[in-house]
């Protein structure tokens, strides 16, 4: 499976943004996704999973309630639907994909790696 995050971009406080992660292979719909992102000198953090069907969906703590996790199967695509953006919102954030039993929020849980897209929350 190859991964391919777009979307990201310069936004103000409050603003909203939606990030892609378009994948290749027939087993991505069988696979469970996961959003993180990592800021400079920190390290990577979970920000969201949604499961195989789509029918689960977690979130870490700082984005619950602003952030939301979604795919089409059909498409091979995963969507995290960003608003009331903030300033520490600020990171290169990663998609990812895995089909092992195990923590969503941990980065060992996946198997596969998109590049990267850089979001920056201006005040």
């Known amino acids: 499976v190859q991964l391919q995050a777009s979307g990201g971009g310069l936004v103000q406080v409050g603003g909203s943004l939606r990030l892609s992660c378009a994948a290749s292979g027939r087993a991505f719909s069988t696979y469970t996704v996961g959003w993180f992102r990592q800021a400079p000198g920190k390290e990577r953090e979970f920000v969201a999973a949604?499961?195989?069907?789509?029918?689960?969906?977690r979130y870490g703590d700082s984005v619950k309630g602003r952030f939301t996790i979604s795919r089409d199967n059909a498409k091979n695509m995963v969507y995290l639907q960003m608003d009331s953006l903030k300033p520490e919102d600020t990171a290169v954030y990663y998609c990812?994909?895995?089909?092992?039993?195990?923590?969503?929020?941990?980065?060992?849980?996946?198997?596969?790696w998109g590049q990267g897209t850089q979001v920056t929350v201006s005040s």
């Open positions: 949604v499961s195989w069907s789509g029918g689960i969906t």
């Open positions: 990812a994909a895995g089909s092992r039993s195990g923590d969503w929020r941990s980065p060992d849980t996946y198997d596969y």
